[in-house]
């Protein structure tokens, strides 16, 4: 639905890495089956391998984060890159920089890759659009709008679990309005062909037209959980009770919170996912979230994995032992 | 007596029900006749209209010039010259100056400076509440006898609608025409597109359609017991459009505009985070643009405006929800219009209705029209002639516009305001270099 697609060279590889919408399955698939080939690395006694030696990978971020910011950190660490991290408090902007000021003093340092997280929707994409030629701009969560890279290790994870995608039914609760991980999601588990994608939450936290998203909407927990074969809870930021959109943290946890009585109506072997950081007994209880089916801690792991196959892939685009053109034969009708 | 002849053009007065080929005579300022030359009459300037149409000078109910306070986006001088670029002779400038049109001084500074300029007519509106605060009333007698065409609040909410009675209660004691820019500001929510498809999709803060039409119903309400004249500056919904049709109808004393690029644009071109097409109130559906179009062709919509507003460059270079809102809209006010004409909305002499005597009566004006004895402000232009939009083309200090590269149809001749000609355009075969990129020769902005 972008008009242009900013994020495909002329040849459809991987330039960027802003949005999922607009990208073709064949392209999310090698990603995950070059995330596959890394995930060995950490096992490995030198946990490095030498595609972006001498390459330099800003993390700049705009807004606080700890788990995404290190694991890109690692992720580029182990791909042999240098790594700067920035974080860009409310400081810098109060001194009348503009984002674009900001960029342009770290391009002048020469560096290949930012790895940017701001408070505004489609802010990524603004970087990606104003950045020097050959810089790639990985977008690492823009406001409300994508965080492609966590859905990327999300479909990562449910990909090891379950195998194929065609037959999942999966169950997203929470706070989907604000939510830039389920917009990502979403855009991914359509991609890759899931069987039904349903989203749970009261009518304040559902974002108009939620058609356009090509989700069904559920009020309900139980009956959005029937049969569902992964469970995905959404943060629920406590801001969302002071403006209206909730009355109470014990109201949300009685309707949508995931208890092992609501679990039980979703199918019998159903994993449950979560971005984190979890608020226990607000949106899942403890014993389900330290239970059998969570893959909560697995997700951070993989985000490694991910994050390495994605950077590696948009810096340069032949995958290991891969000729480019494999890569390019798909996509080209997508450029 | 000395003066014009505008000769062989095809003249659209739609205030006096004209639409045919005349001649047109002009002295002392002044329309001295149409058709034959007035007793007496000796022409010192000659403008061939063959082929052109001749109608009145233009008037725009919403152009921020940005002077004083903000003269790095623009100033009075440089947007009353893309004014006349434009067609414009009369442009109406809202209250949100720095300082705030509250007092007598700043409107008389406005008109003094536009005056000096030479360009075009500005007429400012006064603030509704002192320094737009939303609570303490203006001095409006001090702002109409200082020619301010009404009060308005503008953007800047008011208190609750109680401040509202109170302003219109206020204003109607000295039949002065309130201006309201229909959004709720809790209901916009510091939104920044449309709310649905679009917004959710780029997970944009969303202004619901509600936001408007809550607005214009609470004002119709009080209308209803007031009975004050109030104009909606801007509408963006077919429903509140629809609201204004039956008030219309019902009798009461309301009036509403649109802007050109409501009528053209959807929430579908914000796609892309496309940041020159932040505007307010926000682009909205394709439903909505058709019935904003059925509304204007119906008349209940009765003036098409520009909705100017220049902003520099780096207004516009951030992420979509941190950039300024608005267009700059004078020089293309009227090619857009023209295209309602070409898709079948509306035909020529109804179109010219919307963009001179209709606005002119909003304002209380006596301008928009051709007849004998009033202020010679005309437009000429060639209906026929394309061109394509270019920033360097542009004379408003502001380049800030999403039909940069379209390809517009109808272009601006000669521009008089009180007989003289304030633009031309010197005529060049079509396939030269000032047709494709527009009239500007004498600068060249880095793009």
Request: hydrophobic content about 45%.
């Amino acid at each position: 639905m972008i008009k242009e697609n900013i994020q495909l060279d002329a040849q459809g590889r991987l330039r960027h890495f802003l949005t999922i919408e607009g990208l073709k399955r064949e392209l999310l698939v090698e990603l995950l089956d070059t995330a596959e080939s890394f995930a060995g690395v950490a096992e490995q006694a030198v946990k490095k391998v030498p595609l972006l030696r001498g390459k330099t990978i800003v993390n700049l971020f705009f807004e606080p984060s700890t788990r995404t910011r290190t694991t890109f950190e690692l992720a580029a660490k182990r791909l042999s890159a240098d790594v700067l991290n920035i974080n860009v408090t409310a400081s810098a902007t109060r001194k009348g920089e503009t984002l674009l000021d900001t960029l342009r003093n770290l391009e002048a340092m020469h560096c290949d890759m930012f790895v940017v997280r701001h408070p505004d929707s489609g802010a990524a994409h603004f970087i990606a659009r104003h950045a020097a030629p050959g810089v790639s701009i990985i977008n690492a969560g823009d406001g409300r709008h994508a965080h492609p890279t966590q859905a990327m290790l999300d479909m990562f994870t449910i990909r090891r679990h379950k195998g194929a995608f065609h037959k999942l039914t999966v169950t997203i609760v929470g706070d989907i309005l604000h939510s830039r991980v389920a917009r990502s999601q979403i855009h991914a588990l359509s991609t890759l062909g899931v069987k039904e994608i349903r989203v749970v939450a009261p009518r304040t936290l559902i974002p108009a037209c939620p058609e356009a998203l090509g989700v069904h909407v559920y009020h309900e927990l139980r009956a959005g959980l029937r049969d569902a074969d992964v469970i995905i809870m959404l943060r629920l930021q406590k801001e969302r009770m002071r403006g209206a959109a909730l009355p109470s943290e014990h109201e949300y946890y009685q309707l949508f919170g995931l208890t092992e009585e609501a679990l039980e109506a979703a199918a019998p072997d159903a994993i449950v996912m979560h971005p984190g950081p979890i608020n226990r007994g607000v949106e899942i209880d403890s014993s389900i979230a330290d239970g059998p089916r969570s893959v909560i801690l697995q997700q951070v792991s993989h985000g490694i994995a991910v994050r390495m196959a994605i950077m590696s892939r948009a810096m340069q685009p032949s995958p290991p032992g891969q000729p480019a053109t494999a890569v390019s034969e798909g996509m080209e009708e997508g450029a | 007596m000395k003066g014009i002849r505008i000769s062989g053009g095809r003249v659209v007065d739609p205030a006096n029900g004209v639409d045919a080929h005349l001649d047109v005579y002009v002295a002392e300022g002044r329309i001295a006749a149409l058709g034959a030359p007035p007793p007496g009459f000796r022409a010192e300037q000659e403008i061939d209209a063959t082929g052109l149409v001749v109608c009145p000078g233009l008037v725009d109910l919403r152009a921020h010039c940005r002077e004083p306070g903000q003269e790095h986006k623009a100033t009075l001088a440089s947007e009353t010259r893309a004014a006349a670029a434009g067609g414009i002779t009369t442009l109406c400038m809202p209250p949100d100056t720095d300082p705030v049109v509250d007092s007598a001084a700043v409107a008389a500074l406005i008109r003094r400076r536009a005056e000096r300029a030479g360009y075009a007519r500005v007429v400012p509106l006064g603030a509704l509440t002192r320094g737009l605060d939303g609570c303490r009333l203006s001095e409006m007698h001090a702002l109409k006898s200082a020619g301010c065409a009404g009060v308005s609040n503008d953007f800047h909410p008011l208190e609750s609608p109680l401040v509202l009675r109170r302003a219109m209660e206020y204003a109607a004691t000295f039949d002065l025409t309130v201006f309201l820019m229909p959004q709720d500001p809790h209901l916009a929510n510091e939104g920044c597109a449309h709310e649905g498809a679009v917004s959710t999709r780029l997970g944009l803060p969303g202004i619901p359609a509600a936001a408007e039409t809550v607005a214009v119903a609470t004002a119709l309400a009080l209308v209803e017991e007031i009975g004050v004249h109030v104009h909606f500056c801007l509408l963006s919904t077919a429903r509140a459009a629809q609201m204004i049709a039956r008030a219309r109808h019902d009798g009461l004393p309301v009036t509403a505009a649109v802007s050109a690029h409501h009528l053209h644009l959807t929430e579908l071109d914000v796609l892309d985070f496309d940041s020159r097409c932040h505007v307010l109130p926000p682009l909205r559906t394709q439903r909505d643009r058709n019935g904003l179009r059925h509304w204007l062709a119906r008349g209940a919509l009765d003036a098409v405006c520009s909705d100017h507003q220049p902003h520099e460059a780096d207004a516009k270079l951030a992420p979509f929800s941190a950039t300024a809102p608005g267009l700059s809209g004078l020089e293309t006010l009227l090619p857009l219009t023209l295209r309602l004409v070409e898709d079948g909305v509306l035909d020529l002499p109804a179109a010219i209705a919307r963009l001179t005597c209709n606005p002119a009566r909003i304002l209380g004006l006596a301008a928009g029209t051709l007849g004998p004895g009033q202020p010679a402000d005309l437009c000429i232009f060639d209906p026929d002639a394309y061109w394509t939009l270019k920033a360097e083309g542009l004379y408003s200090q502001g380049k800030n516009t999403p039909f940069l590269d379209w390809e517009l149809k109808g272009q601006v001749r000669y521009t008089l305001l009180e007989g003289r000609v304030v633009h031309a355009l010197p005529a060049a075969a079509p396939e030269s270099a000032a047709a494709e990129t527009g009239q500007r020769q004498d600068a060249h902005e880095p793009a």
